[in-house]
T-cell receptor, first 114, second 116 residues
Framework: AQSVAQPEDQVNVAEGNPLTVKCTYSVSGNPYLFWYVQYPNRGLQFLLKYITGDNLVKGSYGFEAEFNKSQTSFHLKKPSALVSDSALYFCAVDYGGSQGNLIFGKGTKLSVKP | GAGVSQSPSNKVTEKGKDVELRCDPISGHTALYWYRQSLGQGLEFLIYFQGNSAPDKSGLPSDRFSAERTGGSVSTLTIQRTQQEDSAVYLC??????????????FGPGTRLLVL
């Protein structure tokens, strides 16, 4: 079965420090991987995606993610966290099946303290 | 251009009542999705529309849930005889659809449903 895991329910980071939000996946075939962010009482906002090519993907708001096929991971990173980055982050996979729907991880709450 | 819009933003209803939730996708997007976000449960796929094809209803949790998409644009999700466990945020998304699975889904702000 296709699945996505976000092993950390919450990540706490001090402002200015680098942050990593972890994601691993289990799919058959070639995955298409996505990161979304959700601010309180808002819908999901697209951050970035990996389709093919360069394993390092750059996205919105200074975020980037690295696709690692051997470790089946797609961790989200940012070199210097901001308090305004505090939000709920979702990793998702679309394995290109006929359904087209995304399979989401359960989300990781990122808290950046000043 | 305008993003995905959903209405109402909040809905409070009594157990046993029917509710309708509306989604207006981004103009030109042929694919439309409904997801449910329950507290502590992440996002759960409900239903998927692609153009004029029959919808994929495989994620609907029970026969009390149904959805339609009129004219290939606006979609309505209907929940009949609501139960307290239906309380959640219902999110709609739309995308272009090339059949490759790589298109980005853009989400609306959601409808927060509370069943008393």
């Amino acid at each position: 079965a296709q699945s996505v895991a976000q092993p950390e329910d919450q990540v706490n980071v001090a402002e200015g420090n680098p942050l990593t939000v972890k994601c691993t996946y289990s799919v058959s075939g070639n995955p298409y991987l996505f990161w979304y962010v959700q601010y309180p009482n808002r819908g999901l906002q697209f951050l970035l995606k990996y389709i093919t090519g360069d394993n390092l993907v750059k996205g919105s708001y200074g975020f980037e993610a690295e696709f690692n096929k051997s470790q089946t991971s797609f961790h989200l990173k940012k070199p210097s966290a901001l308090v305004s980055d505090s939000a709920l982050y979702f990793c998702a996979v679309d394995y290109g099946g006929s359904q087209g729907n995304l399979i989401f991880g359960k989300g990781t709450k990122l808290s950046v303290k000043p | 251009g305008a993003g995905v819009s959903q209405s109402p933003s909040n809905k409070v209803t009594e157990k046993g009542k029917d509710v309708e939730l509306r989604c207006d996708p981004i103009s030109g997007h042929t694919a439309l999705y409904w997801y449910r976000q329950s507290l502590g449960q992440g996002l759960e796929f409900l239903i998927y529309f692609q153009g004029n094809s029959a919808p994929d209803k495989s994620g609907l949790p029970s026969d009390r849930f149904s959805a339609e998409r009129t004219g290939g644009s606006v979609s309505t999700l209907t929940i009949q005889r609501t139960q307290q466990e239906d309380s959640a945020v219902y999110l709609c998304a739309s995308s272009l659809q090339t059949g490759t699975g790589s298109e980005t889904q853009y989400f609306g702000p959601g409808t927060r449903l509370l069943v008393l």
